[in-house]
């Protein structure tokens, strides 16, 4: 039988991007190593999120990260984690435990135009569920996470899945 060991790390997660006028949330469970390193949401090359909105909005690649936060306010988009902090344990498989919820009160009331949430996968919406709730007015979605490791879909798939949920108004 082969020994995997199990390395644990606690992680902070990052700020939320929004603005005024943002009217869809789009929510992952936590950074990984290289956004958290960066400070940037989806810094690891493999995770095809800015991949897939370049297509979806039909703009070409940017390498600027202020460009990308541009990106998302131009189309009423804001993006952060569920969680705030977490252990995310590495066995071969990656989960998080201890983990503690953003203050999604505070940050709702801060941003009274959203009302359409959308999840990057399952576990985004496994630990909203868990943790946060339903709130008044919001309505929610699953999308297929934009990880490489999900493979579920291909990369036109998750594309076409994303521009259509993105091409409805919130």
Not at 28 to 43: H, N, R, V, W
Not at 48 to 60: A, C, G, Q, T, Y
């Amino acid at each position: 039988m082969r020994y995997t060991p199990v390395i644990t790390a606690r992680k902070t997660g990052l700020l939320p991007i929004a603005d005024h006028n943002s009217r869809v949330l789009i929510l992952d469970t936590m950074p990984g190593e290289k956004s958290l390193i960066l400070q940037q949401y989806y810094a690891c090359k493999s995770n095809f999120f800015w991949k897939i909105l370049f297509k979806v909005f039909k703009v070409p690649n940017i390498t600027d990260y202020r460009l990308k936060k541009q990106l998302l306010f131009k189309h009423g988009i804001a993006l952060w984690n569920v969680l705030e902090f977490g252990e995310q344990k590495a066995n071969g498989e990656y989960s998080v435990t201890s983990e503690t919820p953003n203050d999604f009160y505070t940050f709702f009331q801060n941003h009274p135009k959203i009302t359409r949430i959308i999840f990057n996968g399952n576990n985004a919406a496994d630990f909203y569920a868990q943790h946060v709730g339903y709130f008044n007015g919001l309505t929610m979605e699953i999308l297929p996470s934009t990880s490489a490791l999900n493979t579920w879909k291909s990369f036109e798939e998750k594309a076409e899945v994303w521009a259509h949920a993105l091409s409805r108004e919130a």
